[in-house]
């Protein structure tokens, strides 16, 4: 019976190897196709707030891919030029320069020993990326610091917030590398340093993830 089988298959992978190497070589080639189609890439620049600090990261760069898969995007950001071995925290913003407006912390970015870093995030990146507040109601106060929690909350209809930016996690960072100990909200406990990088490339009322639809 093996024998049989053995016989039939080798009949079989005879006669139709060429025809599945062609279909295997097809798939290979259509996919990345068909996977870059719903990318948008786009870069980071040195934020303007260091203009007056020269020696902070004096050649910060990074770049950003967001892939709309349906109900959700995948962003992959990386960024080079930074301190190494540092923590930066990842934002969605309304604007990309100071004062930013409404703003969203996404994540955490640390750096190799190279000043590498980069990040994958999974949300809703695309034109349709907006804060809103019905009401004014009570919220939790969890940190009191320079920055400490409010409440009530705020009041707001739709914001669209379609710049991205990253922050020096530790203002302590901004000062090895040449700059001010400026304290800022811009993580998660509301002490960070400055923003290192931003989407500025884009108008301010016209942001990256305006390009990508949902």
Not at 47 to 70: M, R
Request: hydrophobic letters at 40%.
């Amino acid at each position: 019976m093996k024998t049989n089988l053995q016989n039939l298959w080798n009949r079989f992978w005879k006669n139709h190897r060429t025809t599945l190497a062609a279909v295997a070589l097809g798939v290979t080639a259509i996919t990345p196709k068909m996977a870059s189609a719903n990318d948008f890439t786009f870069n980071l620049v040195r934020s303007k707030g260091l203009a007056a600090f020269p020696k902070v990261a004096p050649n910060a760069q990074g770049q950003v891919t967001i892939q709309s898969v349906g109900p959700v995007e995948i962003m992959n950001v990386k960024v080079w030029g930074l301190p190494a071995n540092t923590d930066f925290d990842f934002f969605v913003i309304q604007v990309p320069n100071a004062p930013f407006g409404l703003s969203w912390y996404q994540g955490d970015i640390e750096t190799d020993h190279n000043g590498i870093g980069t990040g994958q995030f999974i949300g809703r990146f695309s034109i349709e990326t907006f804060i809103v507040s019905p009401a004014s109601l009570p919220a939790p106060i969890v940190f009191h610091n320079a920055f400490p929690d409010v409440s009530p909350g705020p009041q707001t209809g739709p914001v669209h917030t379609y710049h991205l930016g990253p922050w020096f996690n530790d203002p302590k960072d901004v000062v090895k590398a040449g700059g001010p100990a400026t304290v800022t909200p811009f993580n998660g406990e509301h002490d960070a340093g400055v923003q290192v990088l931003n989407s500025g490339e884009f108008p301010d009322l016209a942001g990256p993830l305006l390009n990508v639809k949902s």
